[in-house]
């Protein structure tokens, strides 16, 4: 059962273009929402996250937009660059459960010249 | 320098051998996580830890054991009842029970022949 939808699968922006990607959840107990962007061969690291007292939150060219009312929560890059270029996931987890993630099944970004 | 570590990065195995995977922290996290991660289905919990000599179950933990004898360590054990063990592997840890950042390692690619 897939509790984070992610989309699209994949993405092709332009230098300097908005990049867009959407998520959404099922489970009502979900309070943390991180975004993860992953190169090729590494892990992943945490790009932004938010929790659902808020509807959105910037952290220099990205910014995660919060729907609680649709479940739903997407990830925006602004002027992308071509070194944005990796694989994006965005997950959920809920109160007392150890960061237990459930994550969407990715997009892997590419930004063009 | 804090953080987590994989080893190895690369690893073959035949078909029908136990293999054990390696993850190390020290970045004094008590919860630990071991995930698969396959091409288009993101991440899959495959076990957890909250504290040592306790875990539990994720997602997709057939096939698999752990161990959590210490704090620092939480390795991960694909067996040969895995049917299909081929993937790359990520730990991870984060502080604790509340719901916050996850750190990951880099990965340890299996391939079983």
């Known amino acids: 059962q897939q509790q984070v939808k992610q989309s699209p699968q994949s993405l092709i922006v332009q230098k300097g273009g908005i990049s867009i990607i959407n998520c959404a959840y099922e489970?009502?107990?979900?309070?943390?929402f991180p975004w993860y962007q992953q190169f090729p061969g590494k892990g992943p690291a945490l790009l932004i996250a938010i929790r659902p007292d808020v509807s959105e939150k910037k952290e220099g060219r990205f910014t995660i937009s919060f729907n609680k009312s649709a479940k739903q929560f997407s990830l925006h890059i602004m002027d992308s660059q071509p070194g944005d270029s990796a694989t994006y996931f965005c997950?959920?987890?809920?109160?007392?459960?150890?960061?237990?993630?459930?994550f969407g099944t990715g997009t892997r970004l590419q930004v063009t010249l | 320098d804090g953080g987590i570590t994989q080893s190895p990065k690369y690893l073959f195995r035949k078909e029908g051998q136990n293999v054990t995977l390696s993850c190390e922290q020290n970045l004094n996290h008590d919860a630990m996580y071991w995930y698969r991660q396959d091409p288009g289905q993101g991440l899959r919990l495959i076990y957890y830890s909250q504290i040592v000599n306790d875990f539990q179950k994720g997602d997709i933990a057939e096939g698999y054991s752990v161990s959590r004898e210490k704090k620092e360590s939480f390795p991960l054990t694909v067996t040969s009842a895995q049917k299909n063990p081929t993937a790359f592997y990520l730990c991870?840890?984060?502080?604790?029970?509340?719901?916050?950042?996850?750190?990951f390692g880099q990965g340890t690619r299996l391939t079983v022949v």
């Open positions: 991870a840890s984060s502080i604790g029970t509340t719901s916050t950042e996850a750190f």
């Open positions: 489970n009502t107990a979900f309070d943390y």
């Open positions: 997950a959920a987890s809920g109160f007392g459960t150890a960061s237990k993630l459930t």
